[in-house]
Nanobody
Framework: QVQLVESGGGLVQAGGSLRLSCAASGSIFRLNAMGWYRQAPGKQRELVAAITSGGRTNYADSVKGRFAISRDNAKNTVYLQMNSLKPEDTAVYYC?????????WGQGTQVTVSS
């Protein structure tokens, strides 16, 4: 089993920044893709950004140019730097990791952007 623990959420004004972190622990052999998803009230969970073990990244169109995903493979940690935050970025953000084609999820961290 792999455990994912997120941190860094909170309340910020529009235009501000937050940095999310997600640390993986447990039975780690090789984590493949890691990423961040978010779910706003009444909406489906959606991909925000993902990064492969080799560093290739993928972003949702709505966050391109504002968010940056990175990872530290030695620490089994993935980060999400969020800049120029908008009220529509308000959601619970979930960390995701893939190992041996099994998906693992964190418990989620709330991000609230006030206008």
């Amino acid at each position: 089993q792999v455990q994912l623990v997120e941190s860094g959420g909170g309340l910020v004004q529009a235009g501000g920044s937050l940095r999310l972190s997600c640390a993986a622990s447990g039975s780690i052999f090789r984590l493949n893709a890691m990423g961040w998803y978010r779910q706003a009230p009444g909406k489906q969970r959606e991909l925000v950004a993902a990064i492969t073990s080799g560093g290739r990244t993928n972003y949702a169109d709505s966050v391109k140019g504002r968010f940056a995903i990175s990872r530290d493979n030695a620490k089994n940690t993935v980060y999400l730097q969020m800049n120029s935050l908008k009220p529509e970025d308000t959601a619970v953000y979930y960390c995701n990791a893939d190992q041996l084609r099994v998906d693992y999820w964190g418990q989620g961290t709330q991000v609230t952007v006030s206008s």
